[in-house]
């Protein structure tokens, strides 16, 4: 009965404590974040390399591969950069940039966000350099002169002996250094010549439809940005303001295309027309803000009635006709 007993309360006890620890480490592990996202470092200062990691408790990865989209924004609530990072056999990500620009104007603290599907996290960072920085004013010195000293003139007891005046040299002014040129939003300084800077980003609903950021008709977008839309300040203003609204919806329009291939190929189908106006600006030269104002307004156009004008025409001739 002695051995019994003790058998009995032995295993009692260990089904205690087994519980107690299995409990323990359920309530540890469900402190985990759906998405965590984070910076390696807490600043960072002018053209220094920003690495953005993170890891994604709950992953379609088997499913469906799905990118990690992440966007910086300045410390007024505008986008500098957006970028895109897939998942590794763990649900980790990792990507980085270069905290430089003319996006990066302010010094201050900037926001990270990630985005997973529905689940999303943020973090921010510090930044110390950018040109929109307010430089501080020295205050001007003030030079007090100091009081002439009178010397009074000796007693001439012959006749008084006139002193010619000594010459007085006037310095001539030294040459003003030429003024470097002025680049504007969107240029470098390079050889003396101001030239397009590189812009990061990509087009992420042209990326899901076509399956792949090296795509033709992906590299053909980027080329028009870069080489024809970005080589004036027009167009690098226009871009500025596009870039503002795309990047409102564009990541939840690429998502629904990776999970409804119906839905990609619509999409697919409604950029050739767009691809097809687009190319018209790869067989004319663009020199000057007139020219650059002038077929971006065309080509707008073209394309308002390609996908309205068209479509409204054809639907107002189809209810003429059954009546």
């Known amino acids: 009965m002695n051995i019994a007993g003790s058998a009995s309360i032995f295993l009692l006890t260990a089904c ?9 480490f359920a309530a540890e592990g469900s402190q985990e974040v759906p998405l965590s996202v984070e910076s390696n470092l807490p600043a960072y200062s002018e053209n220094a390399e920003v690495t953005v990691s993170g890891k994604v408790r709950d992953s379609s990865l088997s499913k469906q591969p799905t990118p990690v989209v992440i966007m910086v924004l300045n410390p007024d609530g505008g986008i500098v950069t957006i970028a895109q990072a897939n998942l590794d056999s763990d649900n980790e990500y990792s990507v980085s940039m270069v905290a430089g620009g003319p996006l990066w104007k302010a010094s201050g603290e900037y926001t990270v966000k990630a985005q997973y599907g529905a689940q999303k996290g943020e973090t921010t960072f510090t930044f110390t350099g950018g040109s929109g920085s307010r430089a501080v004013v020295p205050e001007p010195e003030v030079i007090v002169p100091e009081p002439e000293v009178i010397v009074p003139e000796p007693e ?5 002996i006139i002193e010619e005046p000594e010459p007085v040299l006037i310095a001539e002014p030294e040459p003003e250094p030429e003024p470097e040129p002025m680049c504007g939003t969107g240029t470098v300084l390079e050889d003396g010549k101001c030239v397009a800077e590189e812009k990061g980003g990509g087009c992420l609903i042209a990326t899901a439809a076509y399956g792949s950021e090296m795509a033709p008709q992906v590299q053909f977008l980027r080329e028009i940005r870069d080489g024809k839309i970005m080589a004036t300040e027009s167009g690098t203003a226009f871009m500025t303001g596009f870039n503002q609204f795309y990047y409102s919806f564009s990541p939840a329009v690429a998502d629904y295309e990776r999970e409804n291939p119906m839905f990609k190929e619509a999409v697919k189908l409604s950029l050739t027309p767009l691809l097809t106006s687009l190319a018209i600006l790869n067989y004319v030269d663009i020199d000057t803000e007139q020219e650059m104002l002038g077929y971006g307004i065309g080509v707008i156009l073209l394309n308002i009635g390609m996908y309205f004008v068209a479509p409204a025409a054809v639907i107002i001739a189809i209810k003429n006709r059954r009546k």
């Open 16 to 24: 205690i404590l087994s519980y107690g620890l299995t409990g323990a």
């Open 156 to 160: 001439v007891i012959e006749e008084p």
